[in-house]
């Protein structure tokens, strides 16, 4: 999960599990959930950490969304 490296300040495991997750959305072409995900995953290679859990409060509701969406399908 995004969240456990952010908590922990693990800039190597944000830039891993972001880069999963960023594939896993693209798959759907969520557009801005992907432009998020790869924000952290580049926060995460340059340990910039400071705006990473602003940016997993706004991928959270985009994945939301998407999810929402992707219910209302089945």
Same mark, same amino acid.
């Given at each position: ?12 495991? +944000? ?8 594939? @896993? ?15 952290? #995953? ?5 340990? #910039? +950490?400071?705006?990473?859990? #602003?940016?997993?409060? @706004?991928? @959270?509701? #985009?994945? @939301? ?10």
């Amino acid at each position: 999960a995004i969240r456990d490296p952010v908590d922990a300040g693990d800039a190597a495991g +944000l830039a891993t599990s972001a880069h999963r997750f960023k594939g @896993q959305l693209a798959i759907f072409f969520a557009a801005r959930a992907v432009e998020l995900a790869r924000a952290l #995953e580049v926060a995460g290679r340059n340990a #910039e +950490l400071a705006d990473t859990p #602003e940016l997993l409060a @706004q991928l @959270q509701s #985009e994945y @939301q969304a998407l999810r929402a969406a992707l219910e209302d399908l089945v």
